[in-house]
Nanobody, 124 residues
């Protein structure tokens, strides 16, 4: 019923850039609003850590490791959030997941959804 569809991952050289997208969709209804949205990443053998957050009120937060290099944004019309990643480093290699805590829809509020994950690989 609900999907967070991620795209934009891939292989990039150190110092390069990628932009990840996460589009929310509802198979039989309308999404009116999106709550707190976040980007997480998980490298092999590591825990999943939040790297960026964008609240419904427009406040953004970043992990120290990506601050100044990554930027989170959203397109409310498209119900999509983005993660612009610049000056990528090998340490950024991970599967990146988007997440929202809430979708306000024509079927009422729905909670806790994850994207399928998209691989970002940064070569040294």
């Amino acid at each position: 019923q609900v999907q967070l569809v991620e795209s934009g991952g891939g292989l990039v050289q150190s110092g390069g850039s990628l932009r990840l997208s996460c589009a929310a969709s509802l198979s039989s209804g309308v999404i009116f609003n999106i709550g707190d949205m976040r980007w997480y990443r998980q490298a092999p053998g590591k825990q999943r850590d939040m790297v960026a957050r964008l609240t419904a009120g427009g406040d953004s937060e970043y992990a120290a490791s990506v601050k100044g290099r990554f930027a989170i944004s959203r397109d409310n019309t498209k119900k999509t959030i983005y993660l612009q990643m610049n000056n990528l480093k090998a340490e950024d290699t991970a599967v990146y997941y988007c997440y929202t805590d809430r979708l306000v829809t024509s079927k009422g509020p729905l909670y806790d959804f994850w994207g399928q994950g998209t691989q970002v690989t940064v070569s040294s």
